[in-house]
């Protein structure tokens, strides 16, 4: 089921919320930031794991509700080793137990660097986009007013 | 009444009248004195609207959005081809023994709906005929989305035989063979019916339709003049809409989660939802949104397919990524509100004869009526009866005064 494959564990969770905060609080956190994301415009979401770091950019910005767009992702390994595979990403409402109604899909535009075509927010809330490399499975929040 | 429509287009129907497309700009969602007048339900003085109220209550306009052209119709926003489509919409001819036309469910005289729960064409339906005015916002088309454009949605009931039963060799004929309607073809597609295919008839013909119902835009209300003065904070305007409607507002964004689903400013978010309402029939099970989707994956007529006039398939980024789900089986479109109160009875089935109907369904919601799996924005509400009052005043300020 959908929301099944979206579930991410409480503790993760707060702990990407603890991050996102503390990074648009004091700006970038990224051992790996992006370049061409490290100015902040548009960018609706950043998350550092032990392994990844991401930022998340909506186009268009800001992130509409109830229209499509899509996600420029930056992504890179704190290792500093190129990803091996195109990220999966999805996205739900963790207070709704419901998803988007759309799968999007993936391309790479350049070294850690990829699109994800099809996202639409049909609410205002709080979302989470889930970005998965491997075996990391990375919540990102977004909050869509 | 007769109502403007755009193109200069005149029709004779019910109290709609198209308003010009940029009425209400920007306007800042800040703490402003609402009225303060008393209360009805709560006995009390209003408080003030909050700043997240004044937020979501902002959400639910401007009215009108813009009006844009649909690019996989080549005539949309023609005057041309509405004129075809107003006379194709009235023509009982479509049908194989002249029996049913396009007005025998969709009534001007009714918004564009019928008044009986499910609609009868040459069979009783399973489904609630829905209003038409608006439709042209929509997302999906019909109870189940079967249709991403409002052209192919125009084309589905003429050639199903429980509605119109007709045919493309049929449609086609018709427009070859009478002389206004092949005048009025050539004047909106520029070309004459004698020179193309039965398919791209039938086509042509829908497309025409949907021009037609794209003019049907519904009129400013009381609600949007509140929502307006709300968000300049000009209380003295914001206090002219009805106490009972104001404090239905504050319902309708607030506990009541209304806003959720019926959010922006045609009060829908044009997905699907299952609401408790039962999906078993005389003839079986609705699959809803399931079948919806499956429709929508068979039928050429898609903004993905050959008959788009968008070679660059600019808008059809929901079709080509929208994802069949189980808890999609039973779940229905989530119809826009405006004009709600012309349009009795409601739900998908009909099974609501009023508003207060509807309401008190979500006051006493029965969740062992929803999917296991579901969303877990639906509980019932308990509402007082003087908070069903309210909403359903809200519900009302939503359709034009009188």
Redesign the interface.
């Known amino acids: ?3 099944g494959r979206n579930r991410v564990s409480p503790t993760l969770r707060r702990l990407a919320w603890t991050f996102a905060l503390i990074g648009s609080a004091v700006g970038p956190v990224l051992a790996c930031e992006p370049p061409d994301l490290a100015d902040g415009s548009g960018v609706v979401g950043r998350v550092a794991t032990l392994d990844h770091a991401l930022a998340l950019r909506s186009v268009p910005s800001p992130l509409p ?2 229209r ?1 767009f899509a996600l420029e992702i930056a992504l890179c390994a704190q290792n500093g080793t190129a990803m091996a595979s195109l990220p999966k990403v999805e996205a739900w409402m963790p ?4 998803g ?6 993936v391309t790479s535009v350049g070294p850690g660097r990829y699109r994800a ?2 996202m ?1 927010f ?4 709080r979302w989470e986009v889930i970005v998965e490399i491997g075996k990391d499975r990375i919540p990102v929040p977004v909050e869509l ?1 | 009444m007769w109502i403007l429509v755009p193109f200069g287009l005149c029709l004779a129907v019910s109290s709609f009248r198209l308003q010009p497309a940029s009425l209400v700009g920007p306007a800042a969602a800040q703490s402003v004195l609402p009225p303060t007048q008393q209360s009805g339900s709560g006995g009390g003085a209003e408080p003030a609207f909050e700043p997240d109220e004044i937020e979501a209550i902002g959400r639910l306009g401007p009215w009108p959005p813009p009006l844009t052209r649909d690019p996989s119709n080549r005539v949309s926003g023609n005057p041309d081809a509405a004129a075809l489509g107003r006379l194709l919409f009235a023509d009982s001819r479509l049908s194989p023994d002249g029996a049913v036309a396009c007005t025998t469910c969709h009534d001007p005289a009714r918004a564009f709906a019928d008044g009986r729960p499910r609609s009868r064409a040459r069979v009783e339906g399973r489904r609630n005929a829905p209003g038409l005015v608006d439709v042209r916002f929509n997302r999906w088309f019909g109870w189940d989305g079967g249709d991403d454009t409002l052209w192919a949605m125009s084309l589905r009931p003429i050639l199903d035989p429980r509605e119109i039963g007709g045919s493309i060799v049929g449609l086609a004929g018709l427009l070859r063979s009478d002389p206004r309607l092949s005048f009025e073809y050539e004047r909106a597609f520029g070309r004459a019916p004698f020179a193309v295919s039965d398919a791209a008839l039938a086509v042509d013909a829908a497309k025409a339709l949907a021009a037609f119902q794209e003019a049907l835009v519904s009129p400013r209300t009381p609600f949007d003049a509140f929502r307006d003065a709300l968000l300049a904070g000009d209380a003295t305007t914001a206090a002219k809409l009805p106490a009972a409607a104001r404090r239905g507002a504050r319902l309708f964004v607030g506990r009541g989660n209304c806003a959720l689903c019926h959010g922006g400013p045609t009060l829908s978010h044009g997905e699907f939802a299952d609401v408790g309402v039962p999906f078993f029939t005389a003839e079986g099970v609705d699959p809803g949104r399931h079948g919806g989707l499956k429709s929508l994956r068979d039928s050429p007529y898609t903004l993905l397919g050959p008959w788009s006039d968008d070679p660059a398939r600019s808008t059809a980024m929901p079709t080509r990524h929208v994802e069949a789900q189980h808890r999609n089986f039973g779940e229905f479109r989530v119809p826009a509100l405006r004009g709600v109160a012309a349009t009795a009875p409601y739900m998908h089935d009909g099974s609501k004869a009023t508003l207060r109907g509807v309401v008190r369904h979500y006051s006493t919601l029965d969740l062992d009526r929803l999917h296991a799996d579901g969303e877990t924005i639906l509980k019932p509400l308990g509402l007082t009866e003087g908070e069903i009052d309210d909403l359903v005043a809200f519900l009302e300020a939503l359709s034009p005064a009188p």
């Open positions: 089921m959908r929301c509700l109830n499509p207070a709704h137990r419901h988007m109604n759309y799968r999007p899909t075509e099809g639409l049909h609410m205002p809330g007013r």
